[in-house]
């Protein structure tokens, strides 16, 4: 699928298509994860074996979303009435960013690229409270995955969403990436970086063709 090309593009990135988020060495012959926010939420991971690389399919977007707090407890609550399960992609999509605003007290039929534009003009507005909150739980998220699946290749995030954040992403969001427990220091060996090349999922596709037997 698309974010699998996506992660297959990783070896084709140049350094100044990559906006780091969280600092930290990558291995080239390190595990990666893409994480992707847009339209919906999901991950993939390239994996390196003596065999050559390969990024198996995935569905991560559809698992419950996580609570640290009273707030993400009333949250989770509402997101399981609004969509019938508390997903990950409830809140980390661009229908989530929509969710997380109404939560707390937008106006219903706000689009995402309004609560943008509102949060961008005031730091103190709901839109902004619904910004922080989905950028917490990104941190959050990936931290989990980069747990789950070592990434010290790196990770990459992508989408659309992702783009129109990355002018809000401050110290909280390194804070949160770090927040698990006795293990905070054994995050920092995992980088983090926003993928500016829009066309990194066609490099992923021609990487892929590229790494296939001849038939």
Known sequence: NDLQAQAWAITR???????????APRRADGTALVFNI??????AVQHVSEQGRFVPPAEAGHTDLTVKS?????LRAFLAAEYGEPSVEGLLSGRG???AYHFFGGAAGTEPAQIINECRADRTSI?????????????DCIGDHALIHMPVGGIYLVGGVIHHLAEFKDNRFDAAFYDKGRFGDFMRQFAVMRVRDDLAALK???TFLRSQPSR
């Not at 847009?38 to 991950?43: L, P, Y």
């Not at 839109?127 to 990104?138: F, H, M, N, S, Y």
């Open 13 to 23: 990135l140049h350094d100044e298509t990559l906006e780091t988020w969280v600092d």
């Open 38 to 43: 847009g339209t919906g939420c999901n991950i």
């Open 70 to 74: 009273e707030q993400e407890f009333h």
């Open 97 to 99: 960013l929509v969710s």
């Open 127 to 139: 839109a902004a409270q619904a910004v922080d909150i989905v950028l917490k739980k990104l941190a």
């Open 204 to 206: 992923g596709c021609y």
